[in-house]
């Protein structure tokens, strides 16, 4: 016994000695690389306290050395409670600070306020932001700014004259911006002068929608409906158009039908029921198809997809539709619809639920910055939207910040990794289930690679941390395939023809769709040269393939004189 405990105390001192060199040799290196593989090595380590400390100092050293937002903020997220946390916040408040003077707008202040509440450039903030507002009203096309002015001191000499002139500049913005600025013109003057030809506009435009998509008869119950009507002096015309377009559209020679998407594609009515099917793949491919179908009715159903769905592909997919239609629509048409909803979606505006659809709307009607702002209030960090991630990561993608795209790649590996975990073989009344939230599982790390990828061939400052983020969404790739596998192999052990998530007969059917218009349309002129060119001019407007798009657009361009 006294021999083992002999052996046992050399093999501790052996151990101890062992630490004790590794501390060693990370000290005389004196550098982070040391002294985090030494952590990693022996994090409960008797030495790892001084070895963390000086590690907090050389990091600290070497982000006041590069002297960017990035560094300071990477090194609060690594060391929120270290010796220097106070001082690289102060620095990192600084360059902040130093940026939104530089910018000098009131968004830029306002922006600094919120990141530093407390900070030490508060007052001078403050009194920065102030000024910077005056000087914008001055020449603001800020509908609230004015509609601000022309409510300041009511008693003053003039302030009636002034009042007509703030609306009548308010309103010349918002006739010349679009629909957005109408319905604040309508907020922002309750009693403004030209609140009814902002509304005659805003009908005009919802007319335009609704006569674009083809929805005849709404579009004519709205105007009997609406007293604004009669000032719309080209309405019958309009109306005229679009019974021509449907005729046409309705000719049912082979040669016409091949050339139209809408016998192609299911129904609209149809399309809506599939996104309440109990199977997340119909879905899905309800909102995929969806985007197929250049209406404005495309858009509502696609938002309470994107609005009511849980599961992360049917999002994704309602997502990627809406950009489609919104990119398709007249731009009038798309900037009324896209404000019109932004407008129903803001009162209601307390959960996730309403953030991502207004984020989305303002992200793919070009209105990025506001747009980040509601996904900002959409994402919980607790419970990170995989939707939300993978648009960070292509915005950043877009603007080149790289690293930064990365880090929200590897976020989105995160998830799946924790996806593909929650999911180990499930039990067969549970396989469907799972089965489908693993096919998000095995498509977000996918995503995740190629964008960290993309940025180890860029310089950016802390490739070693790109070599970490590949490992680990190398990993959440391969647990997830696997888990997807088992998943599949229950599922269809118990439903031997349930399909798995590469399910292509959707993506096929739209690809022969297209091919075969496109392949029409240089036979219309030969088969029903009657409505033949209507028939192209609808496709080159309103096809969702810019393919066919490309190709009708040319062919009226021929046949032009």
Not at 168 to 173: F, M, P, R, S, T
Not at 317 to 342: I, Q
Not at 491 to 520: F, I, V
Request: charged fraction near 30%; include cysteine.
């Amino acid at each position: 016994m006294s021999r083992l405990l002999a052996v046992l105390a050399l093999v501790g001192l052996s151990a101890g000695g062992c630490r004790s060199s590794a501390y060693g040799v990370a000290a005389k290196a004196d550098t982070a690389t040391a002294y985090r593989a030494f952590l990693r090595a022996h994090p409960k380590d008797d030495l790892a306290e001084p070895a963390e400390a000086r590690l907090a100092d050389l990091e600290f050293a070497e982000a006041s050395r590069l002297h960017t937002v990035l560094a300071y903020k990477r090194y609060l997220d690594e060391f929120p409670d270290s010796a220097k946390t106070f001082a690289a916040k102060a620095l990192l408040e600084g360059l902040r600070f130093n940026a939104a003077r530089q910018r000098g707008s009131p968004e830029a202040y306002r922006q600094f306020l919120e990141d530093h509440p407390d900070g030490a450039h508060r007052a001078e903030a403050e009194q920065l932001l102030d000024g910077a507002e005056r000087q914008a009203a001055t020449t603001s096309t800020d509908l609230g700014k004015l509609a601000r002015l022309a409510a300041e001191r009511p008693e003053a000499p003039g302030h009636a004259e002034a009042e007509t002139r703030f609306d009548d500049q308010a309103y010349k913005v918002a006739a010349g911006t679009g629909a957005g600025k109408l319905f604040a013109y309508l907020r922002d003057f309750p009693a403004g002068a030209h609140r009814d030809e902002a509304k005659a506009r805003l009908l005009s435009l919802e007319l335009d929608g609704l006569l674009f998509s083809g929805q005849l008869e709404d579009a004519e119950a709205l105007a009997a409906r609406s007293p604004l009507a009669a000032s719309l002096g080209d309405l019958g015309a309009r109306f005229d158009r679009a019974k021509a377009e449907r005729a046409a559209l309705a000719t049912q020679a082979t040669a016409a039908q091949a050339a139209t998407v809408g016998n192609y594609l299911r129904s609209l009515d149809d399309l809506d029921r599939s996104l309440s099917a109990p199977d997340p793949l119909d879905r899905w491919q309800a909102a995929e198809e969806l985007g197929q179908h250049v209406s404005v009715r495309a858009v509502d159903l696609l938002l309470g997809a994107l609005r009511a769905s849980h599961h992360p592909l049917v999002r994704q997919r309602a997502f990627e539709s809406l950009g489609a239609v919104l990119s398709v629509l007249p731009r009038r048409v798309a900037d009324y619809e896209v404000a019109a909803r932004l407008e129903a979606l803001r009162p209601n505006a307390s959960d996730a639920a309403v953030f991502l659809p207004m984020a989305a709307l303002l992200d793919l009607s070009g209105q990025l910055d506001a747009g980040a702002t509601e996904y900002q209030r959409a994402f919980d960090p607790a419970e990170p939207d995989p939707v939300v991630l993978r648009r960070w990561a292509q915005i950043r993608r877009e603007r080149r910040q790289f690293f930064s795209a990365a880090v929200a790649a590897r976020q989105l590996a995160l998830w799946a990794l924790a996806q593909a975990r929650l999911n180990e073989t499930p039990p067969a009344p549970a396989a469907l289930s799972a089965s489908r939230q693993l096919c998000a599982a095995v498509q977000a790390p996918r995503f995740a690679l190629e964008v960290i990828a993309e940025a180890r061939t860029q310089k950016t400052e802390f490739p070693e941390d790109l070599e970490e983020f590949e490992g680990r969404a190398r990993e959440a790739e391969r647990l997830s395939v696997a888990r997807l596998r088992d998943a599949e192999l229950v599922l269809r052990t118990d439903s031997p023809n349930a399909r798995g998530c590469e399910d292509r007969r959707l993506a096929d059917r739209l690809a022969d769709a297209e091919k075969n218009r496109s392949d029409a349309l240089s036979r219309l002129r030969a088969k029903v040269p009657r409505v033949a060119p209507m028939l192209l001019e609808l496709a080159a407007a309103r096809d969702p393939s810019p393919r066919v798009r490309a190709e009708a657009a040319r062919l009226v361009a021929v046949a032009k004189p």
